[in-house]
């Protein structure tokens, strides 16, 4: 037998006498193929499951130069190398993007901030390809680009399987980190082996 409570779309159902169960999307039964979902973490308040989420992340770089200044070229020619690269990564999800293939025409911060805005599987993809080191040469020539910043630059959060963040979301999860400081909404690159995804 198996109890079963309902949330933002799926149903967790617990077995009576073990207490252990899982979260299913509405109308799947215990017994069909998602029974092989593992379970992460069990308590009174929390299930995670590792296929249900990804992690959402948010990149703010202000801009030294005008986007078609001369001393951008470097970075401009890398984009496409470097966005190539982020999509061929084990447990990338999705990019923020326009027509082009980028996001540097879209400045929900301001004309002189370019956002970089993606899904991840997990922290372990996103950090491996962060770090990686193709990633690495650019990030080192950063400051060539862009401006150092006293705030928050970069805002990590859970989304449920399948949410596609807004641009308006995402700046509002950066808002919360530099006003709030890190929480379960939104923290930072330190912080998300301490926050791990909740229903």
């Not at 998602?34 to 296929?51: G, M, P, Q, T």
């Not at 999705?94 to 997990?122: F, H, I, Q, Y």
């Not at 980190?177 to 912080?191: E, I, S, T």
Request: glycine share 6%; hydrophobic share 40%; net charge positive.
């Amino acid at each position: 037998r198996y109890h079963v409570c309902r949330n933002l779309g799926y149903e967790f159902q617990r077995h009576a006498r073990t207490g252990l169960g899982i979260w299913l999307p509405h109308g799947v039964e215990r017994n069909h193929r998602y029974n092989r979902i593992s379970i992460l973490a069990l308590s009174e308040s929390r299930v995670v499951v590792n296929k249900h989420f990804h992690l959402a992340q948010l990149n703010v770089a202000k801009m030294r130069f005008a986007l078609d200044a001369p001393e951008m070229s470097d970075f401009i020619e890398s984009l496409d190398r470097i966005n190539g690269l982020a999509e061929r990564a084990p447990g990338f999800v999705w990019r923020l993007k326009t027509a082009e293939g980028d996001a540097t025409s879209l400045r929900p911060m301001g004309p002189d901030k370019l956002v970089n805005l993606s899904l991840w599987k997990d922290i372990d993809s996103l950090h491996h390809f962060v770090y990686r080191a193709d990633h690495m040469d650019m990030m080192r020539r950063r400051q060539e680009w862009f401006t150092q910043m006293d705030e928050a630059i970069t805002v990590l959060w859970w989304v449920i399987a399948g949410h596609i963040p807004t641009i308006g979301e995402a700046v509002e999860r950066l808002d919360r980190l530099r006003y709030h400081g890190p929480g379960p909404k939104a923290f930072g690159f330190r912080q998300a082996k301490d926050f791990p995804p909740e229903i």
